[in-house]
Nanobody, 120 residues
């Protein structure tokens, strides 16, 4: 079994910063990629940023230049540094990972989500 646990959400003023973290644990052989998604009330879940095991990164246009994703293969963790936060960034942020388990089963896993609220 694999679990993803997120941390670091909260309330921040416009222009402020937050750092989200996500740790994968359980029967893991290899983490191939990790991503951050977000879902605002009444909207569909959308991809924010992704990082592969090889270190390649990809960002949604609406966060380019403000957010930075980083992964740690040794610890099976991913972080999302969010700077220049705007009220439109308010959402529940979800960690997602593509993982090869020790039983050679491959799957996509989700964390429980962490709330980010940007408001004055």
């Amino acid at each position: 079994q694999v679990q993803l646990v997120e941390s670091g959400g909260g309330l921040v003023q416009p222009g402020g910063s937050l750092r989200l973290s996500c740790a994968a644990s359980g029967s893991i052989f290899r983490v191939n990629a990790m991503r951050w998604f977000r879902q605002a009330p009444g909207k569909q879940r959308e991809l924010v940023a992704a990082v592969t095991r090889e270190g390649s990164t990809n960002y949604a246009d609406f966060v380019k230049g403000r957010f930075t994703i980083s992964g740690d293969n040794a610890k099976n963790t991913v972080a999302l540094q969010m700077n220049g936060l705007e009220p439109t960034d308010t959402a529940v942020y979800y960690c997602n990972a593509e993982i090869l388990g020790k039983s050679w089963s491959y799957g996509t896993y989700w964390g429980q989500g962490t709330q980010v609220t940007v408001s004055s």
